[in-house]
């Protein structure tokens, strides 16, 4: 696969570290909550985004159900993520927590038109979860990939020493970038995951995204998502990218297209997924 030359400007804009130490939960501790948060906070955040592909952001803002989210945040500052077993059920929580993170701020932040306009958005952005910080960050790269760097140029999230990296699934699901949602129009509709039923729904996230904007023909060269792009090296390196493709694209041209010629990576949006 031929890759993008680093966009300098998105480096910049991920390095930012403004207001680090806030977050979007802040307020009294509330006693302690058990692993059944995770099924309720999903419920509560799957009723922010019904239809998933496009985000109401300034109805929702004042709408009762946000409100009502907003309020179980709070909760999760009184629960211990280490209390989730096994891979599943840290996997749908993260996911869970990121997607629903990224509406919270874009909301809490005022973005009209992208997120690159709140600077460090990814940084700034963040929950306490028990005793400890997370930002969005922190949560995707941190915990679902790993403790990768976001981009080749940055820095890994977590340092030797921090014991946070210890609370996630403990493997990289590549599927992951099929389920996560950043506020922009390149990435896959927010979802909402569940435990017991992950691997099912994230299969279906990845033949939904691959299927209907991840490949594309462009004057007859095949042309992939950017995420494919930015997350190469999670998907094998250009082998594996063109392996997980063709796992499943049904489109037998688009098929043909890409088991017999090169591949690029497209330009990211980073258009608002504004309803």
């Keep these: 696969m031929t890759r993008r030359a680093p966009d300098l400007a998105l480096l910049r804009f991920l390095r930012a570290r403004p207001d ?20 309720a906070l999903m419920r509560a955040a ?20 946000f409100a009502r989210f907003r309020q179980m945040t709070l909760a999760l500052r009184g629960f211990d993520p ?52 997370f930002s969005l960050e922190e949560i995707e790269h941190g915990l679902l990939r790993q403790n990768r760097p976001p981009l080749p140029r940055l820095p890994r999230p977590f340092d030797a020493e921090d014991r946070r990296a210890l609370l996630g699934p403990g493997m990289l699901d590549p599927r992951v970038h ?56 999670d998907f094998g390196g250009a082998a594996g990218v063109r392996s997980w493709v063709l796992r499943y694209l049904t489109d037998p041209v688009l098929r043909g297209a890409v088991e017999g010629g090169a591949v690029t990576a497209g ?6 997924n504004r309803a």
Excluded: K, M
Aim: glycine share 8%; aromatic share 12%; net charge negative.
């Design 20 to 39: 680090e130490l806030a977050v979007l939960n802040d307020g009294p501790t509330p006693p302690a909550t058990g692993p059944e948060l995770a099924a």
């Design 46 to 65: 799957r009723a922010l985004v019904p239809d998933g592909e496009t985000v109401p952001y300034t109805e929702l803002a004042h709408a009762p159900r």
């Design 82 to 133: 280490a209390l989730l077993e096994g891979r599943r059920a840290r996997t749908a929580f993260w996911i869970n927590v990121f997607n629903a993170l990224v509406v919270d701020a874009v909301i809490c932040f005022g973005v009209q038109d992208s997120v690159r306009e709140a600077l460090g958005f990814f940084r700034r952005a963040a929950y306490q979860v028990g005793p400890h910080r």
């Design 178 to 233: 099929f389920a996560l949602n950043c506020g922009t129009r390149s990435c896959p509709p927010i979802a909402f995951y569940e435990a017991l039923r992950l691997d099912e729904q994230l299969e279906a996230a990845a033949a939904s995204f691959i299927n209907a904007e991840g490949v594309r023909l462009e004057d007859g060269a095949v042309v992939l998502s950017p995420l494919f792009d930015f997350y190469a090296d």
């Design 267 to 272: 330009v990211y949006d980073w258009g608002l």
